[in-house]
């Protein structure tokens, strides 16, 4: 189901009204999009409450940049894709900084506000890219669960071995091969559309 | 990037990202407990904007528009000059309080220099606070001002009403509704 989306206007007003209505469709959307990411990079059952520690505080940076205006990559925002873009890229840094945190030294973790890189920018493929979830099922059983199994539920490799009684090596290669005939079709589409 | 660096993914960061990205894939609705989180947040947030706007907006120093703000923040609602001896102060010390008197007398603390002058508006619970019409104002007035000092813009009522929602809205003179943040309260039942 599509949820309506929040205008910018709204979300940035100063008005309490417009303001709450705004944010009240946008909650639910930028978390969907926070989760989204969380669970493709921070994959198992028991990140389950890490994830939505994670996405609930990028959530809290997304409401108080854009209602206080204060900073330089808040204010460049311009569309509701542009929040969209935002949220993700604060819970990539949050999952980030979670990785340093528990896996490496906490010196270096970051908590500065990202600038906008236009997802163009970042991925080369351009139209369709909306439409992975169309390529991946179009790949040979059972990748298409798989895929869900690993990134719309977040479940790790060993996790989906497990669920599914696969050997760990055996997902891996299936993996492997699955995502380089995915990045060829993207190719292929790409250059398609040029 | 997962916590198995033999995670396949690793190695195909254009498709993690589009994949991360790709829309219609359904998610449960916030928590409740994340929901209240964020609207705390945001009412944070816009308390904040208004006061360096205030701040922006108006021809005073740092320290008038700090000022204009803590006025707003701590509006406190006293008892009427009905009751002269009354010593009991009903204080808003949160949106939402309720208090029991129909014609209080409003007050509130501030650091402005002394002579600064405020306007004050009573607002239905309900509507844009900056295009609702106000049930009483009074302008170019210094705390306390009594209740009966209030002009009230409809000719019918005299008094708040028992039972309703309302908001005080406590911003310096000639400096516009946008310059404050309405803070509500209600009238208990009689």
């Known amino acids: 189901m599509l949820l309506p989306e929040p205008s910018l206007e709204g979300l940035r007003s100063t008005h309490e009204l417009g303001s709450r209505d705004a944010w009240s469709l946008a909650y639910p959307l930028l ?21 939505e520690d994670l996405v609930g505080l990028a959530l809290t940076q997304m409401v108080r940049g854009i209602v206080e205006k204060k900073t330089k990559s808040f204010n460049q925002i311009s569309s509701w894709d ?31 506000i990202p600038d906008l890189v236009p997802f163009a920018e970042v991925v080369s493929w351009g139209p369709g890219v ?65 | 990037m997962s916590e198995s660096d033999s995670d396949p993914i690793v190695g195909y960061p254009e498709l993690l990202r589009a994949i991360e990205e790709a829309r219609g894939v359904e998610a449960p609705p916030p928590p409740a407990s994340l929901l209240r989180n964020l609207e705390e947040e945001r009412l944070a947030a816009l308390r904040c904007r208004a006061r360096s706007s205030h701040f922006r907006a108006l021809p005073f120093g740092l320290g008038t528009g700090l000022a204009a703000a803590l006025a707003i923040a701590f509006v406190v609602l006293s008892p009427s000059r009905v009751d002269p001896g009354a010593t009991a102060r009903v204080t808003i010390t949160s949106p ?51 209740f009966d000092s209030l002009t009230p813009t409809s000719p019918t009522e005299a008094t708040l009403s028992p039972s309703r929602g309302y908001r005080v809205l406590v911003c310096l003179a000639d400096g516009g509704r946008l310059a404050g943040v309405p803070v509500p309260f209600r009238v208990g039942d009689p």
Not at chain 1, 84 to 108: A, K
């Open chain 2, 96 to 146: 939402g309080d309720v208090i029991s008197e129909t014609t209080p007398e409003i007050a509130w603390t501030s650091k402005d220099p002394p002579g600064q002058r405020y306007d004050v508006w009573i607002l239905p619970g309900e509507g844009d606070p900056l295009e609702v019409a106000s049930l009483f104002e009074s302008k170019h007035v210094v705390s306390p001002v009594a």
């Open chain 1, 31 to 51: 978390y969907g999009a926070g989760r989204q990411v969380a669970k493709a990079r921070l994959a198992g059952n028991r990140h389950q409450q890490d994830r």
């Open chain 1, 130 to 194: 909306e439409d992975i979830f169309v390529e991946i099922d179009r790949l040979d059983p059972p990748m298409p669960e798989l895929f869900r199994d690993r990134f719309i539920e977040g479940c790790t490799i060993d996790e989906i071995a497990e669920r599914r009684g696969l050997n760990r090596n055996t997902l891996c290669t299936w993996f492997a091969n699955a995502l380089r005939d995915l990045r060829e079709r993207l190719n292929h589409s790409f250059a398609d559309n040029l």
């Open chain 1, 82 to 112: 542009d929040c969209l873009r935002m949220m993700r890229s604060l819970t990539r840094l949050r999952v980030t900084d979670f990785f340093r945190e528990h896996y490496r030294n906490r010196e270096d973790s970051v908590a500065e």
